[in-house]
């Protein structure tokens, strides 16, 4: 009788062990542990970064396309002189690029 007890005391607690040992380290590894939250956290403001940055672009892109559309000479001479290398004999032309 006793050796029964005794055995099912020890069945209890290395399934007490077992079920805390899977808790503990899904809690900490696994999918949705921690580690994994660390890296989505990172991951979300690296996103977060590289959107602001493109909105930045998108915005700088509407800009120079609106000022295409109303036909605005400053910025059309500024197109003409940079993709054509153009300049009149009297200029003198200094690269800053």
């Known amino acids: 009788m006793r050796l029964i007890e005794s055995l099912k005391k020890k069945k209890i607690i290395l399934l007490n062990v077992f079920l805390s040992l899977y808790i503990g380290i899904n809690l900490i590894g696994g999918e949705r542990g921690l ?13 977060e970064i590289k959107e602001k940055m493109l909105t930045h672009e998108l ?5 120079k396309i609106s000022l295409v559309k109303n036909n605005d000479l400053d910025y059309l001479d500024i197109l003409y002189r940079e993709k ?14």
Do not use: A, N, P, V
């Not at 915005?59 to 800009?63: F, M, Y």
């Not at 054509?84 to 690029?97: A, M, N, P, S």
């Open 35 to 47: 580690i994994s939250y660390f890296d989505k956290k990172k991951l979300l403001e690296e996103l």
């Open 59 to 63: 915005q700088d892109l509407e800009t």
């Open 84 to 97: 054509f290398r153009y300049g009149t004999k009297d200029e003198i032309i200094i690269k800053l690029k």
